[in-house]
C-alpha cells in the first residue's frame, strides 16, 4: 500500500443566517500567501505537508479584507483539518477563526 504524501485542508467560511447581507459579498481564502475567492460554504483542498497560514475575509464598502482573520498550523503526511470562519456581528472586526 503506498504512503499518503499528501494533506487535506477543508475551510468552512460562514456567517449568521439572519445578516443575509453578507450573501452579496464573496469572500477571499488566503492559503501561505494565495488568495482565493470562494463562496460562503466549506471548501477541500488537497496539499503538501508543511507550516500553513490561512486567512480567511471579505469585501466591504472601502475595505477589501474585512473582517480578517488568521491562523498559523502544521499539516502532516496523511492529516486532515478544518479550518472554521465566521464572519462577525460587527462587519470591521475580525471573524472568529479557528482550527481543529
Excluded at 54 to 77: I, R
Amino acid at each position: 500500500m503506498p504512503l499518503d504524501t499528501t494533506a487535506h485542508l477543508d475551510v468552512a467560511v460562514t456567517h449568521n443566517p439572519l445578516a443575509f447581507f453578507y450573501g452579496a459579498f464573496t469572500p477571499t481564502v488566503t492559503i501561505n500567501g494565495e488568495k482565493q475567492r470562494r463562496p460562503w460554504g466549506t471548501h477541500s483542498f488537497e496539499v503538501s505537508p508543511g507550516a500553513y497560514e490561512v486567512s480567511v475575509s471579505y469585501p466591504w464598502f472601502l475595505s477589501p479584507e474585512c473582517g480578517k482573520n488568521t491562523v498559523n498550523f502544521e499539516l502532516q503526511a496523511g492529516q486532515r483539518k478544518t479550518v472554521t470562519y465566521r464572519a462577525g456581528v460587527i462587519r470591521y472586526l475580525p471573524g472568529k477563526i479557528t482550527v481543529e
